[in-house]
């Protein structure tokens, strides 16, 4: 019973330390371009040296290629909220990192928006430790 019990306790805490093996704040901003077009700032703050390799987003139905890249100054200002005009500042905490996310348009078109008006705004893709990763972005604030 004892053994039952200490295996029980172990997968137990190896199941909690999976879950909390990859944690990240996520900032994400959307900036309306004058052709129509919408330009995506996505920042992703994450603890220590281990990270996501993310190879492609989603991002109203069209794929795109990600680049990611370490922020090297921070606070980094990122622009005025559109809502109430306040100038948006961000900065990463102690004993982590602040990544950005670039988006090259490969041309491929993935879902049509209009049959998922739901959609989140950005799907990104990728793996962590081996895993493949999909982490929906659902909130973005609007700059000016």
């Known amino acids: 019973m004892k053994y039952i019990l200490a295996l029980i306790f172990i997968a137990l805490s190896t199941l909690s330390y999976s879950q ?6 996520v900032y994400a901003f959307f900036q309306k371009q004058e052709n129509g077009d919408s330009k ?7 603890p220590g040296d281990s990270i996501p390799i993310w190879d492609s987003a989603i991002i109203g139905g069209h794929k795109y290629v990600v680049h990611f890249s370490l922020v ?5 200002r990122i622009g005025e909220r559109k809502s109430d005009k306040k100038m948006v500042v961000i900065k990463s905490a102690p004993d ?3 990544y950005t ?12 928006s209009e049959k998922q008006p739901a959609a989140p705004p950005v799907i990104l893709k990728g793996k962590f430790k081996g895993r493949k990763l999909t982490y929906k972005i659902l ?3 609007e700059l000016e």
């Open 72 to 76: 090297e100054t921070m606070p980094l």
């Open 20 to 25: 909390n093996a990859y944690r990240q704040k």
């Open 96 to 98: 982590t990192k602040m």
């Open 40 to 46: 995506h700032f996505i920042y992703i703050e994450m």
């Open 101 to 112: 996310c670039d988006f090259d348009e490969t041309g491929e078109i993935v879902a049509n």
């Open 139 to 141: 909130t973005e604030i």
